[in-house]
């Protein structure tokens, strides 16, 4: 066994040789460098010495000339091991420094014991060889040795120069990429502070979720900082999504999918639900493992609440208009029922049982007229006369009727707001409309309650100024699924036979016909509250003094011009006219009409229509007036729409179903009186 010095600044190379070593029986001793060397070698010398030749404090050549020079030691062969060779010249200077063997890095394991062994067994040196003859002494040794070791410095100096290059470089590229990153982080700060979500960052791997200032902008939660774990934002699930909300998420996790969607309801800090639209873009690592998501929450509440209000308002649309032509076809049916049932009543004043039957019959066709008027309000088809009506005069003067019909077991309270100024409306439409909201909320409160009337100034949910009529009961309440439909026609939520399922569908009619709006507040066991925004007029109520309107039944002579697409209905308005003692000319529509005036025929009135095919009325009435100057007009029709207007100079409105006595009424008032409509 042989003890061996391995001397290198390397612990990685100290390392390697001494295993090496140590596998074929060696010891092994090591030194970092030459001086560390020096110091072990001459307290225990070894039996070789193995040595690197560029190492700090003292280098291989150094240590190879003490080594050389110190009698204890130089007998020991010394062995050149380094990677630090460029040319023959190298080799050269350390053997004649001395060395015994000059071995280059790396070498195979079995080649450097082989060259060890070798030198082992070679005979001990005594020295440094004896000069060349082409160098004359020793100063020409040192001065290449010298010369040899400078390159060296030099070559190790220009590597470390490329090494500190290339750091600066890493350097350079790091700053760069952290520049980036800020900049990145920068703009995603930006664009989380102009989003309208609220923006966030969920670090899967360690839990961690990042909230930007939307989270308090739109919920007025605080804003989560990074070490917010995911729980916090479960916590503001609704229970009944929360299950639904977490599966899919987990799905879209352990899936493959790379974007996350889901609706649900999200709890805002004062505890009230908002509708929220999530979406989340998920980011995997190379073994696709979801390990981020990145993503923005959307309160789409007002936008749902907003679609939902539209398509309600287009459904209300499509039944006003079913319902008009419903209404146009049944006035036409009820003017003859009614017309002829009022002459057999007439007729049969000496067969009263006969007579009672053609009153039962007149009954119900005015229970259908009053149907058909409903229909109207709904369809927003009614014609209307709009006045400056005294709000709280209206509610004092109905209120006796309303204690009536309430009845004892229902107190009615007033609430009305003093000086108040007078609201655009229908007065005997806004009657209506309130009679009815007040016998829905007495049939609400079967076991009693209070049903309270208010009266006062504010806003609509436009922001506009108006007068607000407010009708607030303490009965059982609407639930949310029926509040989405009340206000449609024949929908009731009163026994079969006690409610025709129109009272709310007039009111919102007349409601909406008047440029107004309604709303309602109600939920099951905590009653209900209708709101009436009413439009203000620009003028003062006038004075009560009630126009009269004539009441007797007189004929005439005078020649009418009588146009009516309905076969039934003209027959009638003729028979009527004829028995009123007028000459009637019957015309099927506007063509045979404007035939019979250009016929030169002579007529005082023109008794129309107003909704027809081909040429309407109202157009009718104006190439009449055109061919006959001067020449009465009055309309008829089962709804109007806006075929005439108030204001409008052309004739008068006799609305359909009518009795014998308003189209006598209604005719001599158009032969004799202000053209005016009425």
Known sequence: ??????????????????????????????????????????????????????????????????????????????????????????????????????????????????????????????????????RSDETDLLKVYSQTLI????????????????????????????????ASEERFRLLAMATNDAVWDWDIAQDKRWWGAGFTDLFGHEQREATSNDASWVAYLHPEDRDQVLQQLQSAI??????????????????????????????????????????GLSDVTERLALEHQLRHSQRMESLGQLTGGVAHDFNNLLTVVMGNAELLHELLTDDPDRQA?????????????????????????????????????????????????????????????????????????????????????????????????????????DGHSCLVLGVLDTGIGIDAEHLAVIFEPFFSTKEEGKGTGLGLAMVYGLVKQSGSQITVDSEPGRGTHFKLYLPLAQEACPGNDAPTTPTSVAGGTARILLVEDDDLV???????????????????????????????????????????????GRDLAIEARRLRPGLKVLFTSGFPGKAVAPGDDLGLLLTKPYHRADLAQHVAQALHGEPALG
């Open 151 to 182: 390159r060296k410095l030099e070559k190790k100096s220009l590597e470390l120069e490329a090494t500190n290059k290339s750091l600066q470089l890493d350097i350079t590229r790091r700053e760069a990429a952290e520049a980036a990153l800020k």
């Open 254 to 295: 352990d899936g493959d999918s790379v974007d996350w969607y889901a609706d649900y309801r999200f709890r805002r800090a004062d505890g009230s639900w908002a509708q929220v639209q999530d979406r989340g873009h998920l980011l995997r690592d190379a073994q696709g493992k979801t390990i981020r998501m990145v993503g």
């Open 1 to 134: 066994m042989k003890r061996i010095l391995i001397v290198d600044d390397k612990e990685e190379n100290r390392y390697y040789l001494k295993a090496l070593l140590q596998g074929h029986d060696h010891q092994v001793d090591s030194a970092r460098h030459g001086a560390e060397a020096l110091v072990l070698a001459r307290q225990s010398p070894p039996d070789i010495v193995i040595s690197d030749l560029l190492m700090p404090v003292m280098d291989g050549y150094t240590l190879l000339q003490h080594w050389k020079a110190d009698p204890g030691l130089k007998a020991i062969p010394f062995v050149v091991y380094t990677a630090t060779y460029t040319e023959a010249e190298d080799e050269q200077l350390a053997l004649d420094l001395g060395a015994d063997a000059f071995i280059l890095k790396p070498t195979e394991p079995e080649d450097f014991i082989k060259r060890i062994q070798a030198v082992q067994s070679k005979p001990p040196a005594a020295g440094a060889r004896p000069a060349d003859p082409g």
């Open 357 to 461: 039957l053609a009153q039962i019959i007149m009954g119900a066709a005015e229970r259908g007229a009053d149907l058909t008027h409903r229909l109207l309000a709904f369809a927003r088809k009614q014609p209307l006369s709009p006045v400056p009506v005294d709000l709280n005069q209206l509610v004092e003067n109905l209120a006796p009727l309303l204690r009536r019909l309430l009845g004892g077991h229902v107190e009615l309270s007033l609430e009305r707001e003093q000086n108040l100024p007078a609201a655009l409306m229908d007065s005997a439409q806004l009657e209506n409309a309130l009679l009815n909201l007040c016998i829905n909320a007495r049939d609400a409160m079967p076991n009693g309650g209070t049903l309270t009337i208010r009266t006062g100034a504010g806003k609509d949910p």
């Open 570 to 616: 003209r027959q009638f308005a003729q028979s009527q006219l004829t028995a009123l003692g007028y000459q009637v000319t019957s015309t099927v529509n506007s063509d045979e009409a404007l035939t019979a005036l250009q016929a030169d025929q002579h007529f005082d009135l023109l008794f129309t229509d107003l909704i027809m095919p081909g040429i309407n």
